[in-house]
């Protein structure tokens, strides 16, 4: 089947330790991206990439990496530097067809800084 | 930069229950998609339409490009409709879609 993966489900981190979140995607998407939602909230925008080995910050990129090496993985990592990184973390595929250009979402990863 | 601004901000029906959520944007857009999140926090693309109406199912939605607005039309809603609907738009070529902060349904037996 084909589709967005995202692991762990849930997490829990130290305070001051870096955690890096996976998502795949065996869609063969060109574009992904990182959001981050929290309660009640709307989606923002973390890092997003259109072709591997280029990504660009979204709007709250401070405290997050990621890399591009490869189409199908774009993992994310949050780092010490991030101050208030508990949330809902989702990872999204899309690309450019005939009738537009749909983005679609893997499960989501809770992260829970202890 | 683009807003993108959703109404109502939340909605309680009652199951068979017919609505219109709206999404105004405040600028031209080539881009306008609606997703629903559901309670556990899976969002699905339910349209893609920068113009124009779709309809699948028991939903369907409008884009009135020229007007800068979009409705999502609801019919016969059920208990599994419940979550947040979102519209998000793009702007300009980057494909970074700008969301507004959803509407909130609650659909009840």
């Known amino acids: 089947d084909g589709g967005i993966t995202q692991s762990p489900k849930y997490l829990f981190r130290k305070e001051g330790q870096n955690v890096t979140l996976s998502c795949e995607q065996n869609l063969n998407h060109d574009a992904m991206y990182w959001y981050r939602q929290d309660p009640g909230q709307g989606l923002r925008l973390i890092y997003y990439?259109?072709?591997?080995?280029?990504?660009q910050k979204g709007d709250i990129a401070e405290g997050y990496s990621v890399s591009r090496e490869k189409k199908e993985s774009f993992p994310l990592t949050v780092t010490s530097a991030q101050k208030n990184p508990t949330a809902f973390y989702l990872c999204?595929?899309?690309?450019?067809?005939?009738?537009?250009?749909?983005?679609?979402f893997g499960p989501g990863t809770r992260l829970t800084v202890l | 930069g683009i807003q993108v601004e959703q109404s109502p901000p939340d909605l309680i029906l009652q199951e068979g229950a017919n609505s219109t959520l709206r999404c105004n944007f405040s600028d031209s857009v080539n881009n306008l998609q609606w997703f629903h999140q559901n309670p556990w926090g899976q969002l699905i693309n339910l349209f893609y339409i920068p113009s124009g109406t779709k309809q699948n199912g028991r939903l369907s939605a409008t884009t009135v490009a020229t007007e800068r607005y979009s409705l999502l039309y609801i019919s016969s809603s059920q208990t599994t409709d419940s979550g947040v609907y979102f519209c998000a738009v793009y702007a300009g070529n980057n494909r970074k879609l700008i969301w507004g902060l959803g509407t909130s349904l609650a659909v009840n037996p």
């Open positions: 999204a595929s899309s690309t450019k067809y005939r009738g537009g250009d749909t983005q679609y």
């Open positions: 990439s259109q072709i591997v080995n280029d990504f």
